[in-house]
């Protein structure tokens, strides 16, 4: 019998900074955590399927393109303007500027990626708390190893 080895995902921190990249990329003191967050992916994303079937092939022949392209999405409970300096970062951002990111999980987990947000949301509705999504463009993924005391 197999033991189960499941991680709740309690304790999962996405950390943003704008302007430069933070000089300790690993280490969440150099960034803003985004608050209220209630899912984010961990990955580098899908690489495109580029179809490079010719005619003299019997089946379907697909490559991997480039990573990244497609958009990812970042969603939370929305905090009062102003009480979350993270989510206020990803409403302000200009859509051409990049911002840095550093996720980290309670799996010792731990990765680094540049985004531009291509759109920021609040959703209100009946009977729920307001949530917000961010949809993030990112490149340059990176796992990486948390800084000590970098677990939130």
């Known amino acids: 019998m197999s033991i189960n080895q499941a991680i709740s995902a309690q304790d999962s921190a996405l950390y943003v900074k704008a302007g430069t990249a933070p000089t300790a990329p690993?280490?969440?003191?150099?960034?803003?955590?985004i608050d209220g967050l209630t899912a984010f992916p961990f990955g580098r994303g899908q690489a495109n399927t580029l179809d490079a079937t010719n005619l003299r092939s019997k089946q379907m022949e697909n490559i991997a393109g480039l990573s990244g392209g497609q958009a990812v999405q970042v969603s939370g409970h929305r905090w009062p303007v102003g009480s979350s300096a993270g989510q206020e970062i990803l409403r302000d951002a200009n859509p051409d500027a990049d911002l840095h990111f550093l996720m980290v999980l309670p799996t010792g987990d731990a990765a680094t990626f540049v985004a531009k947000v291509a759109?920021?949301?609040?959703?209100p509705g009946t009977n729920q708390v307001l949530t917000f999504t961010a949809d993030l463009l990112p490149r340059d993924f990176a796992i990486v190893t948390a800084a000590a005391g970098g677990t939130p």
Request: glycine share 8%.
């Open 26 to 33: 690993n280490n969440p003191a150099g960034y803003t955590e």
């Open 119 to 123: 759109a920021f949301n609040v959703a």
